[in-house]
């Protein structure tokens, strides 16, 4: 029989079958250690820890165990969530992507690399989005991996930080290690220089998301220039590559903008396909190792609110796509998005679960949450959408030379977990007053159902640009990843009531504010510096509370269970003079919150109603309600984590340049008091 602690990461680095969930009680009574192999926890990413030592009743007796600074690596912005494997916690940290091991019981450095500077390092716009590492074994060795800002494949020894011998190939840049980096440019098919990287005037990549590893095999993903930064209609396709996880050798290329003869090639009219970029996948990706899928979640094309260069729908654009992991190949795809302009890339790592429908039996699945509020969930194998799909008209673009999808979308189950589209039933109504300002400022605008076209600035009916709902940094996105609790299929959605304006200027007009371009053909429009955002004379928001939330899915029968606000109603709003006499209830501080499930609670951070005190929440997972709450250093961003080392269950909360670790006191010590 294998030892424990090989039985425990075996389990948790694969979706849990319902023959497991049988067996886990009785191996977490045994074992005193619980592993967080990925980012997300496991490879479906549901960041669910079966570690019970915290309890709702024990919750308040939670404290600091210890924190590590990250100051000294330039670390700010807590993008990275550590895996905890094998009795070490890997990381990365700071714009140079600094790979770190931190001792797990008391939070110190262990040992620390980072390559060298380069020219595609300095220009690299995504430099601090590392969001964690990945790991596997190799004979018996552990080997970190990790994707730099520079587009490196970087391959260190677990245990002493050291280049991986044998890996890769020298690069010809001063300073670079021998061995153990793999130069990702030399397999995308494109000029570049191993310093410089590629000329901008061709495109630009980079990456912001670790790579996964697929039984023995390392799959990267990329992150091109962010598209509302662009004004040009040249970059280069975020083509997935892979490379043999001992050697390093390149394996595969899967061209996420379909070349000639290829599966979804005539989505591109014009020829576009032969210089426009992008459709990279900046978010993590999720496995299924017994089957041996790889899930990739996509981004649109060059550019962000303007595709008249690029006609059609637009394969791979915002799309989930389903990869052999040994050959590339497409197993299958979904494109929730046609001709993306709303910049709704599908913003977080999809979560595979094992479904029980009523009347369907087991169905293995993979659920993907959006940016538009939708959970668009399928057979994990064969790509069928395990509720009934709807394609829906919607509004044509008024703006000259777009041509968008007649049809988009619309799952059935679930419902959506926030606001979309607007109407005067979603604008505030804590006041008559409050509303018919509210009302009177929309005339302004274009609004209306999701999928509402942008608005050009040139635009002959006065308008001062399109309200659109959510926004791109409204519903769910990559700072406050969903969670799911893999025994009961519930889904647990974190998200942000926001909308924002779309504005289009013409493209030498958004030329000029950026500094280096990418490209060199000026796109007929791009997204613009904006007009006079939509608010109200008092600050109160005009749309209706709660600003932010999270909602629980039962996603057997694709129905919600509960939705909370998150947080407190800011006092800002409450003591609001327009809002005198009025209880605005409970609204939410409006911010995503990192969330992380147990069996025994849902766990969430967010600040108080001063904004000022950061606060941990329990809530029970089956009604929302809130169970405890303690103050904590600072409000976790981007990610949380659980698990068990020497028998000591820690709770990780990422607070800027720190980690934080939350842990009950040890035997003969007494709780500090909050």
């Not at 023995?216 to 091109?224: H, L, P, Q, T």
């Not at 999808?405 to 505030?428: E, M, S």
């Not at 609790?485 to 889904?491: E, M, Q, V, Y």
């Amino acid at each position: 029989m294998a030892p424990i602690r090989q039985l425990t990461t075996r389990i948790l680095s694969v979706p849990l079958s319902p023959l497991l969930l049988l067996l886990l009680p009785a191996v977490l009574q045994a074992q005193d250690t619980l592993e967080w192999r990925t980012l997300g926890g496991d490879y479906a990413h549901t960041r669910y820890s079966p570690a019970t030592q915290i309890t709702p009743d024990n919750f308040t007796d939670l404290e600091v165990a210890w924190q590590w600074d990250g100051a000294s690596f330039g670390e700010s912005t807590g993008r990275a969530t550590p895996s905890y494997i094998n009795g070490w916690l890997f990381t990365v940290a700071g714009d140079r992507r600094h790979v770190v091991a931190i001792d797990p019981a008391s939070g110190e450095t262990l040992w620390s690399f980072r390559l060298p500077t380069t020219r595609r390092w300095e220009y690299s716009m995504r430099a601090s989005y590392g969001k964690g590492v990945a790991y596997t074994e190799i004979d018996g060795r552990g080997v970190v991996y990790v994707t730099t800002p520079g587009f490196f494949l970087l391959a260190l020894d677990a245990e002493t930080g050291a280049p991986l011998e044998n890996f890769g190939r020298p690069v010809p840049v001063d300073g670079f290690p021998q061995t153990g980096v793999v130069d990702l440019l030399a397999n995308l098919g494109h000029p570049y220089d191993p310093y410089e990287g590629i000329p901008l005037e061709v495109g630009y990549i980079t990456a912001s998301s670790p790579p996964i590893v697929v039984n023995d095999v390392v799959i990267v993903g990329n992150s091109a220039e962010q598209g509302y930064n662009q004004s040009r209609v040249e970059n280069v396709p975020g083509d997935i590559l892979a490379y043999d996880a001992a050697s390093g050798e390149f394996l595969w290329k899967f061209n996420v903008i379909p070349r000639p003869g290829e599966y979804g090639h005539e989505t591109w009219e014009n020829d576009a396909w032969q210089w426009t970029g992008d459709v990279s996948s900046w978010a993590p990706m999720s496995a299924d190792l017994e089957n041996n899928l790889v899930y990739i979640p996509t981004n649109p094309p060059t550019i962000d609110y303007y595709g008249g260069f690029r006609p059609g729908d637009n394969l791979f654009g915002t799309s989930l796509i389903a990869l052999d992991a040994r050959t590339g190949e497409r197993r299958w795809h979904f494109q929730m998005v046609k001709h993306d302009i709303w910049n709704f890339d599908n913003p977080t790592a999809p979560i595979l679960l094992d479904l029980n429908v009523p009347g369907r039996g087991r169905i293995p699945a993979v659920a993907q949450v959006t940016k538009q509020n939708f959970v668009y969930t399928f057979n994990r194998l064969t790509g069928e959408p395990v509720w009934p799909m709807e394609y829906r008209e919607v509004p044509a673009s008024k703006i000259p030379g777009e041509k968008l999808a007649t049809t988009q979308a619309f799952p059935t189950r679930p419902a959506a977990y926030d606001l979309q589209g607007l109407t005067v039933d979603d604008l505030v109504d804590f006041t008559p007053a409050l509303r018919r300002e509210a009302i009177t400022m929309l005339s302004d605008y274009e609004y209306g159902p999701l999928f509402i076209p942008s608005v050009a600035s040139d635009n002959s009916d006065g308008k001062l640009g399109a309200i659109l709902c959510p926004s791109s940094a409204g519903g769910a996105n990559i700072f406050g990843p969903p969670v799911a609790d893999p025994r009961n299929n519930i889904l647990f959605v974190s998200s942000v009531t926001n909308c924002q304006l779309l504005r289009v200027v013409p493209g030498e007009e958004a030329d000029l504010r950026i500094v280096e371009p990418t490209g060199t053909t000026l796109a007929q429009y791009a997204n613009g510096p904006g007009g006079r955002q939509p608010r109200l004379a008092s600050g109160v928001r005009y749309l209706k509370p709660p600003y932010s939330r999270i909602t629980a899915i039962d996603m057997n029968t694709g129905e919600h269970l509960w939705m909370s606000p998150t947080g407190e109603t800011p006092d800002r709003l409450r003591n609001n003079p327009a809002l005198q006499g009025v209880d605005p209830g409970d609204t939410g501080t409006g911010n995503p919150v990192a969330m992380v499930v147990t069996p025994g609670m849902l766990i969430y951070s967010d600040l108080d109603s001063g904004g000022e005190t950061a606060l941990l929440y329990a809530l029970d997972k089956t009604s929302g309600e809130e169970l405890a709450r303690i103050e904590v250093p600072a409000q976790s961003r981007y990610g949380m984590s659980s698990w068990v080392h020497q028998g000591r269950q820690y709770i990780i909360l990422q607070t800027g340049s720190r980690l934080t670790a939350m842990a009950l006191p040890q035997p003969g010590q007494q709780p500090e008091r909050h």
